[in-house]
């Protein structure tokens, strides 16, 4: 049977990208799979958080997949450290994964910096806590952004490392990535070739799920583009990123193809443009904001949410955690 898992970490400044190349696609999927989608809040921790205000990004994300349209009575909803398959079943996989696949990890070396002797060792197994994540509920399809297509390559070579290691070839599936489309990959607004990212320290370079419309019009008016007007053609995007991502982002918040955005702006400036896609963006982006703030509201509920979406979670983890450790020859 086919089971979707899928995670945001809360890092704080949910924004844009997180909403269309992740949690837009999620309400989606659960109209046709069984989900489960967690606030993988022990992922956050690889890099340091202040604990009060992890908490309050925890539910911050958990209000966030509530407002967008996630269903908990179908979707599995959940919080990543109340259940211990993960850290369990990341363990195993930390002995199973090998140095050599980690070190070629990009996020690592984007996320570690220079000093990579500072780094946390978590940071640097992270993509085996990911692994586990997903394998914990032999997950089959995996909804991300386009950033984490090297972690999901890795988690098929883990499940099929330890498959052939241990002479149980069908035992973990090979999960299978679901980044297509528009919005899978959405860039800063002050560089084009940079994802739009959480722990930017720059605000203007995201569109926070929690700005305002005058903010939000404000950030895209200060978007960095260059100075020609937008071209008649798609492929006259190439080589201009800043330009290509504001008509992807036009393109993915209208549900429409990027030729479609050319269709109808291509010869407009940005003075033009700007003003279109910042209203496009607050339509489609305000009645979420205002759904999350009502939620949040309400910690009593989502703690509820969350503490129901452990149980159920739990309940699928904890047989296939017990085979798992027979398979590995620990005593059950
Ligand atoms: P951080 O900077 O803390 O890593 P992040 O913005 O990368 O934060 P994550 O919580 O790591 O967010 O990722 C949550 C989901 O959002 C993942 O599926 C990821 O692929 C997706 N995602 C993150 N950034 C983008 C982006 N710029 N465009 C599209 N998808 C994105
Ligand atoms: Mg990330």
């Known amino acids: 049977p086919e089971r979707v898992f899928s995670g945001v970490q809360p890092t704080g400044n949910l924004h844009l990208g997180n909403y269309l190349g992740a949690i837009r696609k999620f309400v989606t999927l659960q109209q ?9 809040d ?3 921790i690889t890099v340091w958080q202040d604990p009060a205000r992890l908490r309050a990004q925890t539910l911050e994300i958990a209000a966030a997949y509530l407002a967008a349209g996630i269903d908990p009575e179908k979707s599995i909803i959940f919080n990543q450290s109340h259940v211990s398959a993960h850290a369990e079943l990341a363990w195993i996989f930390n002995c199973v994964a090998r140095m050599g696949w980690l070190n070629r990890m990009t996020q690592f070396k984007d996320k570690a910096g220079k000093d990579k002797e500072r780094a946390s060792a978590g940071l640097f197994v992270y993509p085996n806590l990911m692994s586990a994540d997903i394998l914990a509920y032999k997950a089959t399809h995996v909804p991300v952004g386009d950033d984490q297509k090297q972690h999901l390559e890795l988690a098929r070579d883990t499940a099929a490392k330890f498959n052939n290691d241990f002479g149980c070839p069908d035992f973990f599936p090979l999960p299978e990535p679901l980044i297509k489309g528009a919005g899978a990959r959405v860039m800063s607004l002050k560089d084009g070739t940079a994802k739009m990212s959480k722990s930017d320290p720059a605000d203007n370079s995201r569109i926070n799920m929690t700005d305002d419309a005058d903010m939000i019009a404000r950030k895209i008016k200060k978007a960095k583009t260059d100075p020609e007007p937008l071209p008649g053609d798609v492929e006259g995007l190439t080589g201009r990123p800043e330009a290509d991502n504001l008509v992807g982002i036009y393109a993915a918040l209208a549900g429409v193809e990027k030729e479609h ?17 910042a209203d496009l963006a607050v339509e489609k982006l305000s009645p979420i904001t205002a759904r999350m703030r009502e939620i949040q509201g309400d910690e009593a509920h989502l703690e509820k949410v969350l503490k129901d979406g452990a149980g159920r979670a739990d309940a699928i983890a904890a047989p296939i955690m017990r085979e798992v450790k027979e398979i590995v020859g620990f005593l059950v």
Do not use: T
């Open 261 to 277: 955005v050319i269709a109808d702006f291509g010869g407009q400036g940005f003075g033009v443009f700007k003003p279109a896609l």
């Open 32 to 40: 046709s799979h069984d989900c489960l989608f967690c606030v993988v």
């Open 42 to 44: 022990m992922h956050a």
